[in-house]
């Protein structure tokens, strides 16, 4: 593992990869853009997931409603770059006539305070809570956010309901659409595979973020409540602040990516924020090792590229092999999901790369 080699050859793996991820859209995109789309929701899912690893890996505060943020994020950047607005609010369209005139990147940054006054107002009423019950109310958050979603049509029409909203803005930096491609000399690179570039600088900003806390003094609080929040107290730590804290900081992960996965597609609906996605994302957090940042992003790479691969990979294979679609692929993806999660759970209960420890003996 990572943290058994020394500083140099740490460094150096750390490069080697670093490189690798840089050129890897390349080689994909030999493939086709798909695979490129694969490899730019995998750095959404990490994000994701490390933010959840917040919550439920430092803090130790199992949190089921997770996609409630990621539906905040999204639908935040949908309303303030879509036309959907100005269309159902005259006042709005007479006070902003040619739009909010805000950058895209700042309102992924505004996404992700956003998110965090919800993780907030989540963590307020349920500071006293722990385990199941804790899961239990966090769930019903997340469903509730949903539920809003589906229904803010009416009597005023905020979010369109479940036909969504469409025509949101793509991102742009530096005065460059990301909808469209950029040719640099004989290098043309598409659009897809500038989302994953974007995707990934707010991926690695995360994981270093992500190692900073760990290693410091919020991180060993989070980890003290996590162990034993009546000792943490006693201790002098304040465990309401460090829980809201915890929840605050992994819903503006989980802001972050939503609003990049709105400007991605170009259009948000409830269908994308189900419980199933909150389940998958805790999943990751769990198959990957509970507070091991390395860990979550294995975990999150496997329970999301996977599965992708084989919505592409597994009708063309069953041909070839049985002449005939044996198992459709998507019941294939979740059978392949269920007996990972229950192998690993057998063998591998702290995860694949569980927390290391801090002391020895």
Same mark, same amino acid.
């Given at each position: 593992?990572?943290?058994?080699? /020394?500083?140099?050859?740490?460094?150096?793996?750390?490069?080697?990869?670093?490189? !690798?991820?840089?050129?890897?859209? !390349?080689?994909?995109?030999? $493939? *086709?853009?798909?695979?490129?789309?694969?490899?730019?929701?995998?750095?959404?899912?990490?994000?994701?997931?490390?933010?959840?690893?917040?919550?439920? *890996?430092?803090?130790?505060? =199992?949190?089921?409603?997770?996609?409630?943020?990621?539906?905040?994020?999204?639908?935040?950047?949908?309303?303030?770059? /879509?036309?959907?607005?100005? +269309?159902? $609010?005259? &006042?709005?369209?007479?006070?902003? %006539?040619?739009?909010?005139? =805000?950058?895209?990147?700042?309102?992924?940054?505004?996404?992700? $305070?956003?998110?965090?006054?919800? #993780?907030?107002?989540?963590?307020?009423?349920?500071?006293?809570?722990?385990? +199941?019950?804790?899961?239990?109310?966090t769930l019903g958050f997340g469903e509730i956010i949903?539920?809003?979603?589906?229904?803010?049509?009416? %009597?005023?029409?905020?979010?369109? #309901?479940?036909?969504?909203?469409?025509?949101?803005?793509?991102?742009?930096?530096?005065?460059? +659409?990301?909808? @469209?491609?950029?040719?640099?000399?004989?290098?043309?690179?598409?659009?897809?595979?500038?989302?994953?570039?974007?995707? !990934?600088?707010?991926?690695?900003?995360?994981?270093?973020?992500?190692?900073?806390?760990?290693?410091?003094?919020?991180?060993?609080?989070? =980890?003290?409540?996590?162990? +034993?929040?009546?000792?943490?107290?006693?201790?002098g730590i304040n465990t309401r602040n460090m829980k809201?804290?915890?929840?605050?900081?992994?819903?503006?992960?989980?802001?972050?990516?939503?609003?990049?996965?709105?400007?991605?597609?170009?259009?948000?609906?409830?269908?994308?924020?189900?419980?199933?996605?909150?389940?998958?994302i805790v999943a990751m957090v769990v198959l990957g090792?509970?507070? @091991?940042?390395? #860990?979550?992003?294995?975990?999150?790479?496997?329970?999301?590229?996977?599965?992708?691969?084989?919505?592409?990979?597994?009708? %063309?294979?069953?041909?070839?092999? &049985? *002449?005939?679609?044996?198992?459709?692929?998507?019941?294939?993806?979740?059978?392949?999901?269920?007996?990972?999660?229950?192998?690993?759970?057998?063998?591998?209960?702290?995860?694949?790369?569980?927390?290391? /420890?801090?002391?020895?003996?």
């Amino acid at each position: 593992m990572l943290s058994q080699l /020394s500083k140099n050859n740490k460094r150096i793996l750390l490069a080697t990869m670093l490189i !690798f991820l840089l050129f890897l859209p !390349f080689f994909a995109g030999y $493939f *086709g853009n798909a695979w490129i789309r694969i490899l730019a929701f995998s750095l959404l899912y990490i994000m994701l997931a490390l933010g959840l690893n917040i919550v439920v *890996g430092y803090a130790g505060l =199992l949190d089921l409603g997770y996609v409630a943020f990621y539906a905040v994020g999204a639908y935040f950047y949908a309303l303030l770059t /879509s036309p959907h607005l100005h +269309d159902q $609010f005259t &006042f709005i369209s007479q006070l902003f %006539p040619i739009g909010f005139g =805000l950058n895209t990147i700042i309102i992924v940054i505004m996404a992700a $305070f956003v998110a965090a006054f919800f #993780g907030i107002m989540l963590g307020f009423p349920i500071l006293k809570l722990r385990g +199941d019950y804790l899961a239990i109310v966090t769930l019903g958050f997340g469903e509730i956010i949903r539920i809003f979603l589906n229904n803010l049509n009416s %009597p005023i029409n905020l979010t369109n #309901g479940p036909q969504g909203i469409g025509g949101i803005e793509p991102l742009t930096i530096i005065g460059n +659409d990301l909808s @469209n491609s950029i040719t640099i000399g004989f290098i043309n690179i598409p659009s897809v595979q500038l989302h994953y570039y974007l995707f !990934f600088l707010f991926a690695l900003l995360i994981v270093i973020v992500s190692f900073r806390l760990e290693n410091s003094r919020i991180g060993r609080a989070w =980890l003290a409540i996590r162990e +034993d929040e009546i000792a943490a107290k006693s201790m002098g730590i304040n465990t309401r602040n460090m829980k809201l804290l915890a929840f605050a900081l992994g819903a503006s992960f989980g802001g972050i990516s939503g609003a990049m996965f709105a400007a991605f597609q170009g259009f948000v609906s409830p269908e994308s924020f189900v419980l199933m996605e909150s389940i998958i994302i805790v999943a990751m957090v769990v198959l990957g090792g509970l507070g @091991n940042v390395y #860990g979550v992003i294995i975990g999150a790479v496997l329970l999301y590229a996977i599965p992708e691969i084989l919505r592409l990979t597994a009708r %063309p294979i069953q041909d070839a092999i &049985f *002449g005939f679609e044996l198992i459709a692929p998507e019941a294939l993806r979740m059978l392949l999901f269920g007996t990972s999660m229950v192998l690993i759970m057998l063998y591998r209960p702290q995860g694949i790369f569980p927390r290391a /420890s801090k002391h020895n003996g």
